[in-house]
C-alpha cells in the first residue's frame, strides 16, 4: 500500500512448489497415488503488503501456507525467506526462522490449549522463542493483550472463558508475541459473525500499520479479501490461475474462473445487478486431474488447446497475470 | 412485486426456553410472524439469535428436557402444531412441512444408498412398493440435478461430493411435495460457486411445486437474492420484520443497520469497516429493557427500562425499537455509554 515500485522488497519467494500426498493401499501399504494438492506454483510476497489466496475447498490455498512454514515437508520446489532457502534449513534452524513466520487458524477453539491459562499460553510462545528475558516476560504480555484489545487481567484466564472473536485475539496476540515479520492467516476469520469479523479485521489492519507486518490471507470469502489485501492470487486444483493487483482482480478479471468466482457471490446491492455465470459439476478430483488446463471441464469457453495443453502463467497486464489459453 | 396473501404458517409469540444448571436461557423469546404460500422467508441473525431454535421449534424437535416449547402457537393451515400429538406430528414432518440441514454429511445416514434413504422417505408417507419408491427415488435425484441418478442412487453417502449431498438432501425433502420446507443454512458448508447451484435449484423447484420456503441464513446477501421478506433475529426476538429488498434500501434497526455495515463490500474500497461495539449479551443474563440498548449508539434511558414492541412503520415492514415511538421524544435523557 503506498509502495512505488522501486521501493518494493520481495520478502518470500516460493519458486515451483510442489507438495503431494501420498495415497497408501494394496497389500503391503505401498504408495497407490497421489494427491496433487499443490502442483507447481511460483508467486513472491512483497515486504509490507498483504497478498491473500483464495478458491474454494481443495484448491491448495492452505497446503501452499502450511508448506512454507514446512508444517508439511513439500515434494519439490523452493521457498526463499529474506533470501534464505527454507527448505534447506535444519530442524532447529527452522524453528529458529519461525520466529518470523507466524500463523492464526480458522477455529480459535480448537487451537488454544484449554488447559493452560492465556498468560501461559502467551509466555510460552516467548519461552520457545526466547524473545523477552524471563523477568520482562510479564509485562510484555500485558502489552500484547494491549495490542490486541484485550484486558490485562485475562492473563489469568482460560480459553473456555472467552467468545470466539475474543480467543481469535489472543491467537493474534500469540502470533505478535515474537515480532514477526509475515504472518500467515489461515481462514482467521471465517468463524466469526460478520460483526465480530468487521472487528477483528480492523485490528489486523491497524497491527499491520504499527508494526509492518506483511500477511499473507488464506480465505474463501471474497468480501473479506478485497476489504484486506493489496494482491490477491486465485487458485483451482493446485495451480495458480490468476495473480493480480486487488483493484484489477475485482474489476477485470481475465481468468473464466475467477469471473465465475466473483459472480457466484450473492451481493446486497440492489443498484448492481449481475450476470451470473454458474458452472456445472464439482471440481475433480486432485488424485487424478484432468490434462491440459485443470479448469476445462467446467469452463464455458473451452477449446480444443485446453483439454491438452497447460496454460502457463504469463503477465497480461500490469501487474497481472493470468493461467488461460483464450487470454494469451 | 409478486403478491403472496394465502398464509399457510402463522406463528404468534412463540416461546421456546431452555432451563440448565446455569439458569434460564430464553432462546426464542416471543416471536411472531406468517409464512404465505409461495413465498421465500428469509430469517436472519448471528449465532446465539436463536434462528436455528426457531426453525427446530416449528417441527417440534427441540430436545426437552433441558428445552421446551413453553408458549405461543404455531399455526400450520389454520390448526395449532404445538396441540398435535407425536404421532400427528410424526406424518407431518417431512410429508407437509420438511427440513433440510446445513450438513448434509451428518443428516445422511452413511451405511444406506442415497436412493434407500429418498424411497424410506416416500414409502413412510405414501403407499407405494418397494420399487415404484424407489423409481420416484431416482426421478428425485435427476430433478435436483444429479448427473446419472441411476448411478450415483446406489451410492452410499461417502462417495458424494458435498454438493451432490445437499442435493440429496433436498430431493428427500422435497419427495412428498411438502408445503413448506424449512432450510437451515443449506449453503453454509458449500463452496460458491456450489452454493450459486443449490440456491438457484432451491428457487426453480419452488416455482415448480409452489412451496413456501424458510430460509435460515446468516448471509445477509443469500437474503438479498432469494427471499421475498425478512426477519432479523437478535438474542431471541425479531427486530425487524420487512421486505428482503427494502432491508438493504431502508433498514431502520440501529442492529440491522449495524449488521449491514459491518460487511465487507465486493462493490467498493473502504478503510475501515464500521462496527457493532461489544458482543451479544448472555442469554443467562438479559438485559432489562431492549437487549441491543447495551450496544447501541441511539440509546436512551427508556432503551434500558423496557423491551420495546415490534409495531409497524410503514405498510410491510414492522421494528422493535424505541426510536419509532411517540415515547422516544419525551425522553430526553442520553445516556452516556461507558467503555463501549
Redesign the interface.
Known amino acids: 500500500m503506498g509502495v512505488s515500485v522501486e521501493e518494493k522488497k520481495v520478502l518470500l519467494k516460493v519458486d515451483q512448489l510442489k507438495q503431494y500426498f501420498p495415497i497408501k493401499g494394496g497389500f503391503f501399504g505401498r504408495t497407490i497415488n497421489h494427491v496433487k494438492a499443490v502442483d507447481d506454483i511460483t508467486f513472491h510476497i512483497y515486504q509490507g503488503e498483504t497478498l491473500s489466496i483464495v478458491g474454494?475447498?481443495g484448491c491448495g490455498k492452505s497446503t501452499t501456507g502450511r508448506a512454507i512454514l514446512r508444517l508439511d515437508e513439500p515434494t519439490g520446489g523452493s521457498i526463499h525467506f529474506q533470501e534464505k532457502d527454507l527448505l534447506s534449513l535444519g530442524k532447529k534452524e527452522m524453528r529458529k526462522t519461525r520466529k518470523d513466520l507466524q500463523v492464526i487458524f480458522q477455529d480459535p477453539f480448537a487451537s488454544l490449549n484449554p488447559r493452560q491459562t492465556i498468560g501461559q499460553i502467551l509466555g510460552e510462545a516467548l519461552a520457545i522463542q526466547n524473545v523477552v528475558p524471563k523477568e520482562n516476560r510479564k509485562s510484555r504480555i500485558e502489552e500484547l493483550l494491549g495490542h490486541v484489545g484485550l484486558r490485562p487481567e485475562s492473563m489469568e484466564r482460560y480459553p473456555h472463558e472467552f467468545?470466539?472473536?475474543q480467543r481469535q485475539r489472543i491467537g493474534i496476540a500469540r502470533a505478535l508475541a515474537v515480532d514477526p515479520k509475515l504472518i500467515i492467516c489461515d481462514e482467521a476469520v471465517s468463524a466469526l459473525?460478520?460483526?465480530?469479523?468487521?472487528?477483528v479485521?480492523?485490528l489486523l489492519?491497524s497491527l499491520q500499520r504499527k508494526f509492518d507486518l506483511t500477511f499473507l490471507f488464506i480465505s474463501?470469502?471474497?468480501?473479506?479479501v478485497?476489504?484486506?489485501s493489496d494482491r490477491v492470487m486465485v487458485m483451482y486444483l493446485g495451480k495458480i490461475v490468476e495473480i493480480a493487483d486487488k483493484k484489477s482482480i475485482?474489476e477485470q478479471p481475465q481468468h473464466p474462473y475467477t469471473r465465475?468466482?466473483?459472480?457466484?457471490?450473492?451481493?446486497?446491492?440492489?443498484v448492481?445487478e449481475r450476470e451470473?455465470i454458474?458452472?456445472?459439476?464439482?471440481?475433480p478430483s486432485p488424485i487424478d486431474p484432468p490434462n491440459g488446463c485443470r479448469f476445462h471441464t467446467r469452463c464455458p469457453f473451452v477449446m480444443d488447446i485446453c483439454k491438452t495443453q497447460v496454460p502457463e502463467l504469463k503477465r497480461s497486464a500490469q501487474n497481472h497475470q493470468v493461467a488461460c489459453h483464450i487470454v494469451s | 412485486m409478486k403478491q403472496f396473501d394465502e398464509k399457510i404458517l402463522e406463528v404468534k409469540n412463540l416461546q421456546t426456553y431452555f432451563f440448565t444448571d446455569e439458569g434460564t436461557s430464553k432462546a426464542v423469546n416471543g416471536i411472531s410472524f406468517t409464512l404465505n404460500k409461495g413465498e421465500t422467508l428469509g430469517i436472519v441473525g448471528e449465532s446465539g439469535s436463536g434462528k436455528s431454535i426457531t426453525s427446530l421449534s416449528l417441527l417440534r424437535l427441540i430436545q426437552s428436557p433441558p428445552g421446551k416449547i413453553t408458549g405461543g402457537s404455531i399455526l400450520f393451515k389454520g390448526e395449532d402444531l404445538l396441540t398435535k400429538t407425536e404421532k400427528q406430528m410424526r406424518s407431518i414432518r417431512g410429508n407437509e412441512i420438511s427440513m433440510i440441514f446445513q450438513e448434509p454429511m451428518t443428516s445422511l445416514n452413511p451405511v444406506y444408498s442415497a436412493g434407500e434413504q429418498i424411497a424410506e422417505a416416500i414409502r413412510l408417507h405414501q403407499k407405494l412398493g418397494k420399487k415404484e419408491a424407489w423409481n420416484k427415488a431416482v426421478d428425485m435425484l435427476r430433478l435436483v440435478g444429479i448427473p446419472s441418478p441411476e448411478k450415483r442412487a446406489k451410492q452410499e453417502p461417502h462417495e458424494l461430493s458435498g454438493g451432490m449431498r445437499q442435493r440429496v438432501m433436498i430431493a428427500m425433502a422435497l419427495a412428498c411435495h411438502p408445503e413448506v420446507l424449512i432450510a437451515d443454512e443449506p449453503t453454509t458448508a458449500l463452496d460458491v460457486t456450489i452454493q450459486a447451484q443449490i440456491l438457484e435449484l432451491i428457487k426453480t423447484l419452488q416455482k415448480d411445486f409452489g412451496t413456501a420456503v424458510i430460509l435460515i441464513t446468516h448471509d445477509l446477501g443469500v437474503v438479498y437474492e432469494t427471499c421475498d421478506r425478512v426477519a432479523v433475529m437478535y438474542a431471541g426476538k425479531i427486530v425487524e420484520y420487512t421486505l428482503a429488498k427494502e432491508i438493504f434500501t431502508n433498514p431502520k434497526h440501529p442492529y440491522t443497520i449495524g449488521l449491514l455495515n459491518s460487511l465487507p463490500r465486493l462493490d467498493m474500497d473502504q478503510e475501515e469497516l464500521t462496527t457493532i461495539p461489544g458482543t451479544v449479551p448472555s442469554p443467562y443474563n438479559m438485559p432489562k429493557g431492549c437487549s441491543f440498548a447495551p450496544r447501541c449508539a441511539h440509546a436512551k434511558r427508556i432503551c434500558e427500562q423496557a423491551v420495546p414492541d415490534l409495531q409497524s412503520t410503514g405498510p410491510s415492514t414492522q421494528v422493535s425499537c424505541w426510536m419509532f415511538t411517540p415515547q422516544w421524544e419525551q425522553d430526553h435523557d442520553v445516556q452516556e455509554k461507558v467503555g463501549v
Open positions: 474454494e475447498s467468545s470466539g472473536g459473525d460478520v460483526s465480530i469479523q468487521a472487528q479485521l480492523n489492519k474463501h470469502d471474497l468480501g473479506v478485497r476489504h484486506i475485482f465465475a468466482l466473483l459472480s457466484a457471490i450473492p451481493v446486497p446491492n440492489p448492481q451470473r454458474l458452472l456445472t459439476g464439482d471440481v
